[in-house]
């Protein structure tokens, strides 16, 4: 039986920074990956680009995390969004922003960002072990043991990054609750975030049109980015931000175009009152879109009575569709609930019920929006997880 300082079980984001830091900090350190390759899922994300952060600020963070964003000040003042482009850019990779703050690789390849983080692991001395599943994790007074079905290892401390149970063909198959619930963790319902919305509304008329910087608004939630219209209902980052907040039964609304007002709208509609309205319409929207508002009401524009425009106004500022639920867990981003955090060290994100163990990423009660902020705060639990032994040492002032 091995013996390690520190053993990480999952090869995603944070358990790839957890073996960085904790390897970093001259732990011995050993992480274990099912899979055949370290980052499976990391390496779908962005469409195969890899959203690796978001460049914004705090405030910024904190508005992209909805689910629990602020158990995260602790770990965001020692490890942040900014250190993850640092860290990248001082290990030889190029990256650049887009809209909306997010940060890619320049080469627009995934396997950029898992070759970095993996060649930094083997720079630090880490082992790296894939295609070997663990089966069981114990302890006794001493220390952990985790086996599989060929190794039994021991280790200080343990840190859990199995991620959730969205996309299980990636291998996120939930197993680090069990891991959890063994240790008598409570695990918060799980349900899917970051999931296309399903809806009743009319698909076949505008399944394929995409849609730049609209509005859904829903209750007090008001979430303006892109969003595309499918076979099944929405998706898109606006509406997959939306899924955070609803389960299915909600109605939201769609402001086709926010940066007008009702009066702009007005306006316009009187300037071009000698057009179709259609093509009126066509001049703000693409055309199916303009076709699909403009079917039920006169071809003129100066046809349109004074009720009419204001109800034509109303379905373009706040067309009303009725949510009938979400992807399941299996075809969702991310997993909302997890690993209770009143269970949870928020400093160094150690179990306040087992010494030694760790959980960081997705595992924990943690969900935020697409755009760089889950792999922020994969990344960054995963970091300050691993450096868990410099934190002690600045706590008791040694």
Request: net charge neutral; proline share 4%.
């Amino acid at each position: 039986m091995k013996h390690f300082d520190t053993i990480v079980i999952g090869g995603g984001p944070s358990g790839m920074m957890a073996a960085i830091s904790s390897s970093f900090y001259g732990q011995k350190t050993l992480l274990l990956e099912k899979n055949k390759k370290l980052g499976k899922k990391l390496a779908g994300t962005g469409g195969g680009r890899c959203n690796v952060t978001n460049n914004g600020n705090l405030d910024d963070l904190m508005t992209g995390i909805p689910g629990n964003g602020r158990f995260l000040y602790s770990v965001f003042s020692q490890f942040d969004n900014h250190d993850i482009i640092n860290f990248f850019t001082e290990n030889g990779v190029k990256l650049k922003v887009e809209d909306h703050g997010r940060v890619f690789p320049a080469t627009d390849k995934s396997r950029t960002i898992i070759e970095t983080l993996e060649q930094k692991m083997k720079e630090l001395g880490a082992t790296i072990k894939t295609q070997t599943e663990v089966v069981s994790v114990k302890k006794n007074e001493d220390c952990f043991i985790i086996k599989s079905s060929e190794y039994i290892w021991s280790c200080d401390r343990l840190i859990v990054t199995t991620g959730g149970k969205s996309y299980p063909s990636t291998g996120s198959t939930g197993f680090g609750y069990e891991i959890a619930r063994h240790f008598k963790h409570t695990i918060t319902e799980l349900e899917a975030a970051e999931s296309p919305l399903l809806t009743d509304f009319p698909h076949k008329d505008l399944q394929g049109i995409a849609l730049q910087d609209v509005t859904l608004s829903y209750d007090k939630h008001i979430i303006t980015h892109d969003l595309l219209f499918t076979h099944f209902g929405l998706s898109g980052p606006a509406a997959l931000r939306m899924s955070s907040f609803i389960k299915g039964g909600e109605m939201i609304y769609l402001d086709t175009l926010p940066q007008m007002s009702r009066d702009d709208l007005a306006a316009f509609l009187e300037n071009n009152r000698e057009k179709s309205l259609k093509n009126s319409l066509k001049q703000l929207l693409p055309e199916r879109l303009a076709d699909f508002f403009a079917q039920p009401f006169p071809e003129k524009g100066k046809q349109l009575t004074g009720k009419e425009k204001e109800e034509l106004i109303q379905q373009l500022k706040a067309l009303p569709i009725p949510i009938t639920g979400k992807m399941s867990l299996a075809k969702s981003f991310v997993t909302k609930g997890g690993v209770s955090l009143k269970e949870i060290n928020p400093k160094t994100l150690e179990s306040k019920l087992v010494p030694g163990l760790y959980f960081a990423g997705e595992v924990l009660d943690i969900n935020a929006h697409t755009g760089g902020f889950n792999i922020t705060v994969a990344l960054c639990t995963g970091w300050v997880a691993g450096s868990v032994e410099l934190l002690k040492s600045i706590e008791s002032g040694q």
